[in-house]
Nanobody, 112 residues
Framework: QVQLVESGGGLVQAGGSLRLSCAASGSIFTINAMGWYRQAPGNQRELVALITPGGTNYAESVKGRFTISRDNAKNTVYLQMNSLKPEDTAVYYC???????WGQGTQVTVSS
């Protein structure tokens, strides 16, 4: 099983940037695709960015502002978030595909 630890969240003003990290450990040889998800209060968890051997995909709401990348040597996946908006406020999680156990996530708060 894969263990996931997210970090890098915080409080930022609208228009600012953050970079999230997701460190994976355990059965990492099983990892193929990785995704970043977010869940705002009262909302369902949604996939915002995906990275596979074939490329990357983004939700329309973050396209052009967020960039997902991975460092296989460090078993880490990143989410660079630019031009942040208050509606990006959520707890951000990473996970593999297929899904494994969720980590604790990292809180991102964007003030207006």
């Amino acid at each position: 099983q894969v263990q996931l630890v997210e970090s890098g969240g915080g409080l930022v003003q609208a228009g600012g940037s953050l970079r999230l990290s997701c460190a994976a450990s355990g059965s990492i040889f099983t990892i193929n695709a990785m995704g970043w998800y977010r869940q705002a209060p009262g909302n369902q968890r949604e996939l915002v960015a995906l990275i596979t051997p074939g490329g990357t995909n983004y939700a329309e709401s973050v396209k052009g502002r967020f960039t997902i990348s991975r460092d296989n040597a460090k078993n880490t996946v990143y989410l660079q978030m630019n031009s942040l908006k208050p509606e990006d406020t959520a707890v951000y999680y990473c996970n593999t595909l297929p899904l494994t156990a969720w980590g604790q996530g990292t809180q991102v708060t964007v003030s207006s």
